[in-house]
């Protein structure tokens, strides 16, 4: 018996120093890893666009259209941004045709709106969404057939884009795109903090 366990460890202590396997592994040690998740791969898919740190832990990337998502990314940041300035301006100014139903906690301003206040606003803003999209809405085939940029809808009423070389738009998308993901990390923490503490943001 003793003898078998003798043996047996020094089969064990022998596979130490035998060649290691190459395959996966050695790939995954070899591949880019993430800047802004070092211990994960780099997600090669957002190699490219603008706004892009290798952040992608779940790998959606891998999963969904990615021109979808980074116009997913793009309009939440926008929407973020004017839902921030108004969660925050809600508090001060009122219109008149709203003045009795003024609310000082933002988070009661939907409630004290009503359901066909706000259904509007979700009418409004699918029906936009369906025409700036020519009825194609979902990640399927919103850029099937288009080589549109994702969140460019030539909306620029005030001309800040024109005469601007391509650095200097790049860099302007840059901005829009920290802004808004700031500004969901902010309207976040607001909502969270009139709902944890029951009280108006000022």
Same mark, same amino acid.
């Given at each position: 018996?003793?003898?078998?366990?003798?043996?047996?460890?020094?089969?064990?202590?022998?596979?130490?120093?035998?060649?290691?396997?190459?395959?996966?592994?050695?790939?995954?040690?070899?591949?880019?890893?993430?800047?802004? #998740?070092?211990?994960?791969?780099?997600?090669?898919?957002?190699?490219?666009?603008?706004?892009? #740190?290798?952040?992608?832990?779940?790998?959606?990337?891998?999963n969904f259209?990615?021109? !979808?998502?980074?116009?997913?990314?793009?309009?939440?940041?926008?929407?973020?941004?004017?839902?921030?300035?108004?969660?925050?301006?809600?508090?001060? #100014?009122?219109?008149?045709?709203?003045?009795?139903?003024?609310?000082?906690?933002?988070?009661?301003?939907?409630?004290?709106?009503?359901?066909?206040?706000?259904?509007?606003?979700?009418?409004?803003?699918?029906?936009?969404? !369906?025409?700036?999209?020519?009825?194609?809405?979902?990640?399927?085939?919103?850029?099937?057939?288009?080589?549109? #940029?994702?969140?460019?809808?030539?909306?620029?009423?005030?001309?800040?884009?024109?005469?601007?070389?391509?650095?200097?738009?790049?860099?302007?998308?840059?901005?829009?795109?920290?802004?808004?993901?700031?500004?969901?990390?902010?309207?976040?923490?607001?909502?969270?903090?009139?709902?944890?503490?029951?009280?108006a943001l000022?």
């Amino acid at each position: 018996m003793m003898k078998i366990a003798t043996i047996a460890a020094l089969i064990g202590s022998a596979s130490a120093f035998a060649p290691a396997q190459t395959g996966k592994a050695s790939t995954a040690l070899n591949a880019e890893m993430s800047k802004s #998740v070092p211990f994960l791969l780099n997600p090669s898919k957002t190699d490219g666009l603008i706004g892009s #740190v290798g952040f992608d832990p779940i790998n959606w990337s891998d999963n969904f259209d990615i021109k !979808w998502l980074q116009e997913s990314e793009i309009k939440h940041g926008r929407v973020a941004m004017l839902a921030t300035a108004g969660f925050m301006a809600q508090q001060f #100014v009122s219109f008149p045709m709203f003045a009795d139903i003024h609310v000082d906690d933002s988070n009661l301003a939907p409630a004290a709106v009503g359901i066909s206040g706000m259904m509007q606003i979700v009418f409004f803003a699918g029906a936009e969404e !369906w025409r700036t999209n020519k009825g194609k809405i979902t990640m399927a085939d919103m850029f099937a057939d288009s080589d549109r #940029v994702p969140g460019d809808f030539g909306f620029d009423p005030m001309g800040k884009l024109k005469g601007k070389s391509e650095a200097e738009i790049n860099d302007m998308k840059l901005k829009e795109i920290k802004n808004g993901r700031l500004a969901m990390l902010a309207i976040g923490g607001m909502i969270h903090h009139n709902f944890i503490f029951g009280e108006a943001l000022f």
